[in-house]
């Protein structure tokens, strides 16, 4: 199985519904992308402090790493990317991505 943590850096102008529509979008994709055990998502409850700044998240739990390189490409992972995308703080370098083979 693969976890594929994202982490974010929304704009601080971003509306909390706006937020909780991207995670819900990204929710949805487990019901379109095949491969998808889980998803998960809410803000870090870390007490550590060690974020950098990236205080929300998701993680999505895939079978195995060819679901997950067919989600990455799969049309609508895309379309929700190009959202996620448009609303982090500073595109592509408001996101973190980092998977971890479980």
Not at 56 to 77: K, S, W
């Amino acid at each position: 199985m693969i976890l594929h943590c994202v982490f974010l850096r929304f704009k601080a102008a971003l509306q909390p519904a706006d937020k909780q529509a991207i995670f819900e979008a990204v929710a949805a994709l487990k019901d379109v992308i095949p491969g998808i055990v889980d998803v998960k998502y809410g803000p870090n409850v870390s007490p550590e402090g060690l974020n950098g700044g990236f205080v929300d998240g998701f993680t999505v739990t895939f079978d195995d790493a060819a679901a997950r390189d067919a989600y990455l490409v799969h049309p609508e992972h895309v379309a929700v990317g190009e959202r996620i995308i448009a609303a982090t703080d500073g595109g592509l370098a408001g996101i973190l991505v980092f998977d971890l083979m479980i």
